[in-house]
Structures are given as C-alpha cells and as structure tokens.
C-alpha cells in the first residue's frame, strides 16, 4: 500500500512564498522531530522507535508529500479534529514575527504519514494547494 503525509494549509492568509514554503516546512518535519523530542516512542529494549507501518513504509520508500489547501481557519479546524480521531496530526501555529503582526496565526496541519486511503477518507475532497 502506498503511504503519504498531506499538508493542510489556509488560503486566507495569502502567504508569500517564502512564508508558505517555511510553514510547509515546518507540517512536514514535524512529525519526524517531535517524535525525535519524545523519548515514549523510543523502545530502549529493542534499541529502534516505535513506530506503525505505514510510518515505516512511508520513512523507507516515497516521504510522499500532499499539499491541499483550505479556505479558513475554521475550515482547517475542523479537517485537524477530524484526523486527530486516528492520525498523527500536527498543528503549525506561526509566532507572528515577521508576516502577521506579531499575532500567533495557525497556519496549517501535517497529517500522517499514513495510507493513502485512510489519509484520503479525512482530505479527499480537498483541492491542491
């Protein structure tokens, strides 16, 4: 089975490139330092991370990437409650310092990696960014 993560951004906040390359940035590493900062997903007995298959096959074969987009924050707030029923969800609230006037913006989600079948269920009718 095929796995991806999929980046869920807002439309709304009309981000310049750069800002909206960064954010994306930083939905798709997440997932891979927060697991790096939590030491419970670390089996100290088998000396390997814990983690399911599908984040396995999406480590060792594609790190496929999906960027869809959302019209508002609200929209977005709901896709994110939705896959935290059952996903790896990251939240990527912006501090503000140099686009939105000092004001923590939440900007977008990762979600997974996970199949893509499963993904698609929460995203599927999300149109590409």
């Known amino acids: 089975m095929s796995t ?17 390359a960064a954010q994306v940035a930083h939905a798709a590493m997440a997932f891979l330092t927060r697991r790096l900062k939590t030491t419970h997903y670390y089996n100290r007995n088998y ?4 983690i399911s298959t599908a984040e396995r096959d999406w480590l060792d074969n594609s790190y ?5 987009g959302v019209d508002s924050e609200e929209e977005l707030e709901a896709i994110c409650k939705r896959a935290e029923g059952g996903f790896e969800v990251h939240r990527i609230v912006d501090d503000g310092r140099t686009v939105f006037n000092g004001i923590p913006t939440f900007t977008c989600i990762a979600i997974g990696p996970n199949y893509n079948g499963l ?8 149109r590409l960014y």
């Not at 000396?47 to 814990?50: C, K, N």
């Not at 496929?64 to 869809?68: D, G, R």
């Not at 993904?119 to 999300?126: C, E, R, S």
């Open 119 to 126: 993904i698609d269920q929460i995203t599927g009718h999300l």
């Open 64 to 68: 496929a990437k999906v960027v869809l």
């Open 47 to 50: 000396g390997e991370w814990q």
């Open 4 to 20: 991806k993560q999929v980046i869920v951004v807002r439309r709304d906040l009309n981000m310049p490139p750069g800002k909206l």
